[in-house]
């Protein structure tokens, strides 16, 4: 008999069908049945999040008294999730979705938010192995700093020092308590996905933001081991003290500014999350309510975020995130599950979906040219979400500060398809031309070889601060007869970073930065020191690290005193030409990069230009300085 028939029709709401595991002895094979039921918020379920694992691993389970092959890992998960004597009641997609009817699973992947949103509770399962690390024995190390912390809050001696703290020494057992607190952190941090370098692979899923964001409740599991929301919320309590954060020896205020940095992006489930939201003071609830449970999430970021995660399939990269989505004022999005579409089709769907409910441009700030390439039938202005970006890049656009280089203006758009292809006509102006680039300014790699970190980072200050000066000068020399103000270049560099007041050292390395356009003529031979801080500084390098620089030609027209020096930006590698359009569109908060092809135009990327991300060529656009025209893209 077959395992699964169609999906009831009748009712008022959508059917779903639930996974009932059968009790057994832990060993025995494994065995349930799976029933369809309407999907009700007094339907009780749990939902199962986790990693479908190797296709070609599979193991037998029986299911309405037949069999199936499922995958080891969701094998495994059963094994540790059955108990002995009770029935359970799970949704679990291999299991309750029909993999082999498309128009079954178009339907069901629309309702997965529903359906992880209404479940009891969300069970994150680690797996038992993962490349990066044991869980086993992370899930240990969590359970004992749990147990620590509670016992740290009691323990009078910790609770003395924290206040007398630096006035006096510390007690017999101090750095033994620091040690156990310090590597359980790690793990924790491990664990739900905080350690970006070490990701493990649960935690780099695309679908992984959409299961953990929709829950009520969530656990981690690993075999037997569970790890709670209230555990992890024991933990943010206790390092959310200011005397705490001194244990962690810096560390703490580094990984709070870089969260603050990724505001309102997704964070799977941070220990931070309270540090990041208390930020918020107008709503007092609102510090206290995870990141993950705030309402529907904008699709272009959780498109961008999403970049750093992987999918099996290419489509997913957008359909996994729609259950938690909206465009603007949480309204809900009118794109439509299809796996019979292309992925070049539901790209377009979806950014055509972006641009039309939020009457924006901002998805243009995602596109490179050398990805959109990658994909056949791929409109030159529609991103190709399926290109990896790093964690530490895939959530901030162009700036590290606010951008809005056209102002509060509303995008003026219109789409068509004359049969040859996707095109979007907008509205702007063109501000000027690419006069001639550097690509790349700067390019740096860490020497593996060297095990002393601080000799490392010494060498790559050093390295780094010598080809600024190097580039500010070449430069300098493409803009002549202009000069290029230091601080022009200096804020160029810092794509925003010099306007945050951080309290580190990065603005005085900034002005130190030794910039003569006539270098040559008077080097210095000051030996370079490292600074004490180089946290926002080493989070500039790694953003300008191979990246190309460009030299700003003004159109004829522009007389204006606001942009009478030499101009300077920041572009992707690889991909900007001489000659190419820099151009501000309506409703877009970055400069683009345009290529005229025949009597339309190729997005080639976005641009940071110090001097136009603030808006102050609006003003001359205001003055008669620019006129708007329609640029056709292709």
Not at 165 to 179: A, G, R, S, T, V
Not at 405 to 417: D, E, M, R, Y
Request: net charge negative.
């Amino acid at each position: 008999m077959p395992i699964y028939h169609p999906l009831p029709s009748t009712g008022q709401g959508p059917h779903i069908r639930l996974c009932s595991l059968l009790p057994a002895s832990f060993g025995t094979p494994i065995k349930c049945n799976i029933q369809a039921f309407e999907l009700d918020p007094q339907l009780e379920y749990e939902a199962v999040s986790y990693v479908w694992g190797n296709e070609i691993d599979c193991i037998s389970i029986e299911v309405n008294g037949e069999r199936m092959l499922v995958r080891k890992n969701l094998a495994t998960l059963l094994t540790y999730l059955r108990t002995e004597f009770d029935y359970r009641s799970l949704w679990i997609d291999a299991i309750c979705i029909n993999q082999a009817d498309t128009v079954e699973r178009n339907g069901q992947v629309l309702l997965m938010g529903e359906i992880y949103r209404s479940a009891s509770r969300v069970i994150s399962w680690l797996g038992i192995r993962d490349t990066f690390f044991d869980p086993f024995v992370e899930m240990q190390y969590a359970t004992i700093l749990f147990h620590h912390i509670r016992f740290l809050n009691e323990h009078r001696p910790f609770q003395e020092y924290l206040e007398n703290h630096p006035n006096q020494d510390p007690y017999d057992d101090f750095e033994e308590h620091k040690k156990t607190l310090d590597h359980g952190l790690y793990s924790l941090q491990l664990l739900i996905g905080e350690r970006e370098r070490e990701r493990p692979t649960y935690w780099n899923r695309s679908w992984i933001i959409q299961e953990v964001a929709s829950a009520k409740k969530l656990i981690l599991q690993s075999g037997s081991y569970t790890i709670s929301e209230d555990d992890i919320e024991l933990v943010t309590e206790f390092i959310s003290s200011s005397n705490v954060a001194l244990l962690m020896n810096g560390r703490y205020e580094q990984r709070k500014f870089s969260a603050l940095l990724r505001y309102n992006t997704f964070i799977p489930i941070s220990i931070y999350r309270t540090l990041v939201n208390s930020n918020n003071t107008s709503n007092k609830n609102y510090q206290r309510e995870p990141v993950r449970k705030q309402g529907p999430m904008d699709l272009l970021a959780l498109l961008r975020h999403n970049r750093s995660r992987s999918c099996a399939n290419p489509k997913d990269k957008v359909y996994s995130v729609l259950g938690i989505s909206a465009v603007v004022d949480g309204q809900p999005l009118e794109i439509s599950v299809d796996y019979n579409k292309s992925t070049s089709e539901v790209y377009t769907d979806a950014v055509r979906a972006i641009i039309s409910a939020s009457r924006t441009l901002d998805v243009l700030c995602s596109v490179n040219l050398a990805e959109t390439a990658q994909l056949p039938a791929l409109p030159s202005w529609v991103p190709n979400w399926s290109a990896y970006k790093s964690p530490e890049s895939c959530d901030r656009s162009i700036s590290f500060k606010h951008q809005q280089a056209t102002g509060s203006a509303v995008a003026t758009i219109n789409f068509w398809n004359d049969g040859t292809g996707s095109f979007l006509s907008v509205t702007g102006f063109c501000f000027g031309s690419v006069l001639d680039l550097k690509d790349p300014f700067v390019r740096f790699e860490t020497d593996e070889a060297i095990q002393d970190r601080a000799l490392a980072q010494l060498i790559n200050y050093t390295l780094l601060q010598n080809q600024l000066s190097q580039a500010y000068k070449e430069m300098s020399k493409l803009l002549y007869p202009k000069p290029l103000p230091a601080d022009v270049f200096r804020q160029t560099c810092s794509l925003g970073l010099l306007h945050h007041d951080l309290n580190d050292s990065f603005r005085e390395i900034m002005d130190n930065l030794e910039l003569d356009p006539d270098m040559d003529k008077h080097a210095s031979n000051r030996p370079l020191e490292l600074p004490e801080n180089l946290f926002s500084y080493n989070l500039m390098a790694s953003s300008i690290n191979g990246k190309c620089m460009l030299a700003v030609k003004q159109t004829p027209l522009m007389e204006s005193t606001r942009f009478s020096q030499g101009i300077v930006g920041i572009a992707p590698p690889g991909i900007v030409q001489k000659d190419d359009l820099v151009c501000l569109l309506l409703g877009c908060s970055a400069p683009i990069i345009l290529r005229p092809v025949a009597n339309r135009y190729v997005v080639v990327c976005a641009a940071y230009i110090d001097g136009l991300m603030d808006g102050s060529a609006m003003i001359d656009l205001e003055d008669g300085f620019f006129s708007l025209k329609m640029f056709i893209l292709k």
